[in-house]
């Protein structure tokens, strides 16, 4: 079993997506090995998660950066570096990770670097895109909504997609039932794409 192909997880908050991806381990279904979880905010949940799982965690803070005079790009090449030297992982998972990576990040990684966005290609990229989803849906323009799994790259939420998944809207949602519902797709389609994905880079 040792020579599982090894994750990384980048996370802000509380690690609902990082929960899902150790319970895959855990039971097998995702044949990897998580051996990191790093987080850009030092009372993020989901390093709780982390060190319950017996999973080394690691927190970087921009704010200390910016603080010491430095940049975002200072701040990105750093935390890419410490992922490369110290772990080495075959696949970098961002679950909830707040901040759009460098394309200065992005150049430590040979294309193994995959994002769960809570939309569907080309419909919301960036931020906020459930609440973005759900307004446009309460103005007609949409009927549903839905999330992927893709390749990051330096252009925002435009990399190539691993797994897609439609995710209905009900006339009677609210915010809370759309966000809930897409969680809950998440849990599933961030395993399922993370299996996928370490299967292609074994190609």
């Known amino acids: 079993m040792s ?24 039971s097998t279904q995702l044949k990897a090995k998580i051996i990191g979880v790093i987080s850009n905010r030092k009372n993020a949940y989901g390093l709780e998660r ?11 803070s921009l704010k200390k950066f910016k603080d010491a005079g430095k940049s975002r ?25 707040m901040h759009i990576l460098s394309p200065e990040f992005l150049s ?33 323009e949409i009927e549903y909504t839905g999330i ?14 691993i797994l897609q998944q439609k995710v209905p809207i009900e006339p009677t949602d609210t915010l809370e039932d759309l966000e809930q519902r897409i969680h809950t797709a998440e849990h599933k389609l961030i395993v399922e ?7 292609i880079l074994k190609h």
Not at 8 to 14: D, E, N, Q
Not at 50 to 60: D, H, L, S
Not at 75 to 91: C, G, M, N, S
Not at 121 to 131: K, L
Request: glycine content about 8%; hydrophobic content about 45%.
């Open 3 to 26: 020579h599982l192909p090894t994750i990384v997880v980048l996370i802000s908050g509380s690690g609902t997506n990082l929960q899902a991806l150790i319970d895959a381990t855990q």
């Open 50 to 60: 982390a060190q319950r799982a017996g999973i080394p965690t690691q927190t970087f």
């Open 73 to 97: 790009v200072d701040f990105d090449i750093h935390v890419a570096r410490t992922i490369q030297e110290e772990y080495k992982p075959d696949l970098v998972i961002l679950a909830g990770w």
């Open 108 to 140: 430590h990684f040979q294309n193994n670097v995959m994002n769960l966005h809570p939309a569907l290609p080309g419909q919301f990229d960036g931020a906020h895109a459930i609440e973005r989803a759900f307004e446009a849906y309460q103005r007609g």
């Open 148 to 161: 992927m799994v893709h390749k990051v790259i330096a252009d925002v939420d435009r990399g190539e997609v």
């Open 193 to 199: 794409g993370a299996q996928i994905f370490l299967d």
